[in-house]
């Protein structure tokens, strides 16, 4: 399957993950869920009519105020565990208590998602998933997504279970990276790992070079992490010139170091490099090689403008 495919098949499952965010576990194991602020739980007693129908809601404190019983601590308990306590505190009411404790929704285990995804946040998880069904619960990956996707653990839960995982001696967190092609693709269930509560995704866009002017296809086009392009290439990956181009006139603006809005306008004659007459440059990040049509005279004086003012609306195809 390719990436593109890829990323389509993650938004049917994103639409498919919201309509069932605000489900309940769907383990087998819930009672071994551990309850934390914000969960919404049900609990039933068969001799006491005060309980029927209704849910409560774990406060920030990590407690739950119960009929007949008052506040009782939930946070950190176990649903078996936290039924225990139930039972107990309702001796005093019931000789013998017939108690029924459940998760009606979870908000007590956020992952955080940021970079290139469709709805960067905050996600709850809602009962097992895995890094493939997060990224589809943030929506997607963008088509400007990079190739790899960093995930970081809390020590409190235990080392990422990947290779060249890292541990920060100051903290004890645990960072791996993983290839996107790997998860989306569905391919390798080693990189498909578990996420756990807490955990941060992060999702870095790609890096990008930019082909506009009198090209069959303009845009952006992706760079995988180790790829060099040189202007030729970026010139086949956007299909050619078209017949009214003036390759001898393109130039490269790029990125300042110093930060600053004006870009550097090279010069480069596609025609010499084209002949081989001349070397092939390579572009960098963000570069943005510019073919004028071979009636424009002034190319200098308009590059900037041109080349600013459309980057922002191209369409961004998988490169390399």
């Known amino acids: 399957m390719s990436l593109t495919k890829a990323i389509i098949v993650m938004l049917a499952c994103a639409w498919f993950a919201a309509w069932c ?29 005060e309980f029927a129908a209704k849910s409560y ?3 920030a404190d990590g407690a739950v105020s119960l009929p007949l019983i008052g506040r009782v601590p939930a946070m950190g308990l176990t649903v078996a565990q936290f039924q ?10 019931v000789r013998n208590p017939h108690v ?15 970079g290139s995804v469709n709805t960067p946040g905050t996600q709850m998880l809602q009962g097992p998933k895995t890094l493939f069904d997060v990224l589809a619960m943030a929506g997607g990956l963008k088509t400007d997504a ?16 990947l290779p060249e995982a890292v541990t920060d001696p100051s903290s004890g967190s645990t960072t791996a990276e993983v290839n996107v092609r790997d ?3 569905l391919q390798n ?29 303009a845009g952006g086009f992706t760079i995988s992490q180790n790829h060099k392009v040189s202007a030729l290439e970026a010139l086949s990956l956007a299909e050619g010139l078209t017949p009214n181009a003036a390759p001898q006139h393109a130039r490269i603006a ?31 990040p963000d570069d943005i090689l510019y073919i004028p049509d071979s009636s424009t005279r002034r190319t200098t004086g308009r590059l900037a403008e041109a080349a600013l003012a459309t980057v922002s609306g191209l369409i961004i195809w998988r490169g390399f």
């Open 21 to 49: 965010a605000d489900g309940p576990p769907k383990s087998a194991d819930a009672a071994h869920y551990t309850l934390g602020p914000n969960d919404q739980i049900t609990v039933e007693v068969v001799e006491l009519p």
């Open 57 to 59: 809601r774990i406060d």
């Open 84 to 93: 225990e306590v139930l039972e107990a505190k309702l001796h005093t009411q």
């Open 100 to 114: 029924t404790t459940g998760v009606m929704e979870v908000r007590s285990q956020p992952v955080s998602v940021m």
């Open 146 to 161: 990079g190739d790899t996707i960093k995930v970081t653990r809390q020590k409190d839960q235990g080392p990422l279970n």
């Open 183 to 185: 998860v989306v693709d």
């Open 189 to 217: 269930p080693g990189a498909n790992i578990a996420v756990r509560p807490y955990d941060a995704v992060a999702v870095p866009r790609a890096k990008i070079v930019y082909v506009i002017g009198n090209v069959r296809k």
């Open 254 to 284: 790029r990125v300042t170091p110093d930060g600053s809005p004006t870009r550097q306008q090279i010069p480069v004659d596609l025609k010499k490099i084209l002949a081989g007459k001349a070397e092939d440059l390579t572009l960098r």
